[in-house]
């Protein structure tokens, strides 16, 4: 197989979804049809690379210069309520089940000792800071729930006992090593509709 070919594999095989096969297959459609597939694929890349980032604030996606982003502006939303997730992507699946309507707030992760990942790594300081200067009621967890998602909603709502914000998180039916953006929109919103205090 000639080296391109083989490099455009190696890159698919790395993205969630594809096994080896599959971005065989889909590497060798690509050089096919470059002008249907691969040059859109390759603007699009491009564009992706270029035009989004995470926002400043809350930590989601958004497009290059809309910082703080869209969810952290729209006044429609509820101000007085913060859901904090792991990742921008536990975000998206959130928005994308229709069941929360507040801001937002993305740790970068979870406390991991395994992974040495710890408190000052993660935006808790940020969510204590926000939590004061935007005056949430309601801070809603929405981590995941294996040990370390456990410890990481301990530790965040013990960071945050001063300040004297309700703390709830998710009431979950997921199993226990599953996150957030692996989550189907409707368990998502019967998590989000019965939470419970953390
Ligand atoms: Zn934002």
Do not use: W
């Amino acid at each position: 197989m000639i080296g391109p070919i083989v490099e455009l594999e190696k890159c698919l095989s790395r993205l969630p979804g594809f096994g080896r096969r599959s971005a065989a297959r889909a590497a060798l459609a690509l050089v096919r049809e470059p002008a249907r597939l691969l040059e859109p694929l390759a603007a699009a890349l491009a564009e992706a690379r270029s035009g989004v980032c995470c926002c400043s604030r809350c930590g989601a996606f958004t497009v290059v210069g809309r910082d703080p982003c869209d969810m952290c502006t729209d006044a429609t939303r509820d101000g007085g309520v913060v859901c904090v997730v792991e990742e921008p992507a536990d975000i998206v699946s959130i928005e994308a089940s229709g069941a929360f309507r507040g801001r937002y707030h993305a740790l970068g992760g979870k406390l991991s000792p395994a992974r040495r990942m710890g408190p000052e790594r993660l935006r808790i300081a940020e969510l204590a800071d926000r939590v004061v200067r935007e005056g949430f009621s309601e801070v809603l967890l929405a981590l995941s729930t294996d040990m370390d998602g456990d410890a990481t909603a301990g530790y965040v709502a013990e960071t945050l006992k001063g300040t004297g914000v309700r703390v709830t998180r998710l009431a979950f039916g997921l199993p226990a090593d599953s996150g957030i953006a692996y989550s189907d929109p409707l368990t998502l919103r019967r998590a989000v509709n019965n939470r419970i205090p953390q």
